[in-house]
């Protein structure tokens, strides 16, 4: 069975890093479209990044040119690299998988498996 589990949220201050993993197990995340997406308490869960099986990458506006996806095939593994963190990028990220990848991609309703959530605490 799909199974996704994060790791690696925390507690930074404002321009720090961190990077999120999401460890697979039960299917491939080199052949589907895998994503990251975000919740902040009181909002409507939000795409972040998505990464298609082939390669292709897409971002928000609000991360883009500080966050990076990527995945570890021999590790079956999906990264987040968040860099440049602001306060207004806390939240709860979960990683996310669907078979097919759907226009809108950052669209959480394109995704069909969910893992339980790393929380992100961005302090000014």
């Known amino acids: 069975q799909v199974q996704l589990v994060e790791s690696g949220g925390g507690s930074v201050q404002a321009g720090g890093s961190l990077r999120l993993s999401c460890a697979a197990s039960g299917f491939t995340v080199s052949a589907y479209h895998m994503g990251w997406f975000r919740q902040a308490p009181g909002k409507e869960r939000e795409g972040v990044a998505t990464?298609?099986?082939?390669?292709?990458?897409t971002y928000a506006n609000s991360v883009q040119g500080r966050f990076t996806i990527s995945r570890d095939n021999a590790k079956n593994t999906l990264y987040l690299e968040m860099n440049s963190l602001k306060p207004e990028d806390t939240a709860a990220y979960y990683c996310a998988a669907d078979r097919w990848a759907r226009w809108p991609k950052l669209d959480r309703k394109n995704f069909n498996y969910w893992g339980q959530g790393t929380q992100v605490t961005v302090s000014s």
């Open positions: 990464l298609e099986d082939f390669g292709l990458a």
